[in-house]
């Protein structure tokens, strides 16, 4: 959908509605009229995989080449000149690069390259001649470096350098002065340059290198606050500095700051109330034990996801868990290292909207309680690291749309859920690491000729996967 934004295929349709989200309804009437077909969604019903049948496939392949709107090429010989001829979109799938950068292209508009590994040298002649390219992705091509002639690209918007293994942009990247997008996500990329903030028309700037404790550290440069129209910021390295700069960035619906210490609290509280219009917020402490302070936050009405990696004090949390009664979009929450336990979870039930849980080394109690009513709209829930957990219990009436249950590194939980009969809505159910009794006793139950009652209460659950991983044992037994 960005790409498309970039490329100017979509126009405003009404004021009330962001480019965005009139990218997204075409998308969904691409999936309606069966143009394209869904492969999966997310917690929230949005479509996060697709694919195209093959038919419809080469119709478009036929279409596009008839109006000279794209084409593929994957090598084969004889076809690598006519391919670039008066081309304005080349997809590269494959094979003698070499043969196709001979061959030039004054029209391109639009470069994809679907190559695992490439040698971008041979880009070059390609790029030199292509004045109007307006999108280059390079999205998993594995690449190190950007040759010089990108950095020449005026008319640039698009730069996607997702899961690459660029380390570095130089300060040339400045020159790319209609520059909408870039995508360094999942790279290796640690810094920012000092140029980057003469990227007047930059909308989205994504960049995360995970290090061993998963946290992103990616550097920025001051002056920040002249990225004034910038929608998504994700995933930056917290220092004082910044978090006073990024208050000016009131456009912004995505934000993602990392090694938070206690000390920014007050100018991260203060930069995140200015962000009436988020959706999406992560912040990630800058080690296990690290306490976000959190008092004060205000977070906007209209968030719809929210990560939050870190402790949180213990004599704060029912105060902040309360103030988000009003967050009625909110459809994710993620907790990692938060120290909650049976009182202050139940403090969390005032979400009625969310889809989707994760408690990730979050719950430190021994047992987890879901009241009838609780969770209403809650599809996807995984709980992880519960040391000390060994038994949940599940009302009538709580939960009722659950499809997916997943419990990992629970080593004290022996039984199973009880009342999980009650989720008839629940497909799919997963045991990592749970106490081994429990899985061994329903492996033994399930080969034995007898139904015990474990398995009656999970009889309707199509999907149920046990795991051991120290034992190597991965399986499905339903």
């Given amino acids: 959908m960005r790409q498309w934004i970039t490329a100017g295929f979509i126009m405003g349709k009404e004021e009330s509605k962001t480019l965005e989200e009139v990218a997204e309804g075409y998308l969904a009437e691409l999936v309606n009229r069966s143009l394209q077909q869904v492969v999966e969604r997310n917690f929230a019903g949005r479509l996060k995989q697709c694919r195209m049948h093959d038919v419809i496939r080469l119709l478009a392949l036929n279409k596009a080449k008839e109006e000279c709107f794209g084409t593929v090429y994957n090598g084969s010989s004889g076809t690598g000149a006519f391919c670039l001829v008066g081309a304005r979109r080349i997809s590269i799938l494959g094979g003698n690069i070499e043969q196709l950068s001979l061959s030039g292209a004054t029209q391109l508009r639009t470069l994809h390259v679907f190559e695992n590994y490439i040698n971008v040298d041979y880009l070059k002649p390609i790029l030199t001649t292509s004045n109007l390219l307006c999108i280059l992705e390079l999205q998993g091509t594995g690449i ?21 293994e660029i380390e570095s942009l130089p300060e040339a990247l400045g020159r790319l002065q209609n520059l909408e997008i870039l995508d360094a996500y999942d790279s290796n990329l640690t810094y920012f340059s000092k140029s980057v903030v003469k990227l ?13 404790f998963g946290v992103a550290r990616v550097k920025v440069p001051s002056g920040m606050q002249h990225l004034a129209g910038l929608r998504a910021l994700h995933s930056v390295k917290a220092t004082p500095e ?16 990392c090694n938070v210490r206690s000390e920014h609290s007050a ?11 988020l959706v999406h917020l992560e912040i990630v402490a800058a080690a296990e034990n690290e306490v976000l302070q959190l008092e004060g936050l205000y977070l906007p009405a209209t968030l719809s996801g929210l990560g939050l990696v870190g402790q949180l004090g213990k004599t704060m949390m ?7 009664s009003h ?18 979870f139940s403090c969390l039930h005032v979400l009625h909207g969310l889809c989707s849980l994760m408690l990730r080394k ?42 997916k249950l997943w419990f990992g590194d629970c080593l004290d939980l022996r039984f199973l859920p009880d009342g999980i009969e009650h989720l008839a809505a629940l497909e799919k159910l997963g045991l990592k690491d749970t106490s081994e009794e429990l899985i061994e006793k329903l492996r033994q139950e399930r080969d034995s000729d007898e139904c015990s009652d474990d398995l009656m209460e999970i009889s309707h659950i199509r999907n149920v996967t046990v795991a051991l991983m120290q034992k190597g044992l991965v399986e499905r037994i339903r």
């Fill in 144 to 164: 190190k470096m950007l040759p010089n002639e990108v950095f020449d690209l005026f008319n640039l918007r698009y730069l996607g350098l997702r899961d690459t």
């Fill in 242 to 257: 910044f978090l006073r700069e990024v208050a000016a960035l009131t456009e912004l619906r995505t934000f993602g700051v």
């Fill in 362 to 403: 979050a719950f430190e109690g021994k047992r987890l309680e879901f009241y009838a009513g609780s969770f209403p709209e809650l599809r996807h829930l995984e709980i992880w690291g519960a040391a000390q957990l060994n038994q949940v219990g599940i009302e009538e009436g709580a939960m009722q749309n659950l499809v």
């Fill in 318 to 324: 029912p105060q902040l868990f309360s103030s988000w």
């Fill in 200 to 212: 007047q028309k930059l909308r989205y700037l994504y960049a995360c290198t995970l290090d061993a």
């Fill in 267 to 277: 100018d991260l509280t203060n930069a995140i109330t200015r962000m009436s219009h």
């Fill in 327 to 344: 967050l009625n979009s909110l459809t994710r929450l993620q907790l990692v290292f938060s120290n909650i336990d049976e009182e202050t």
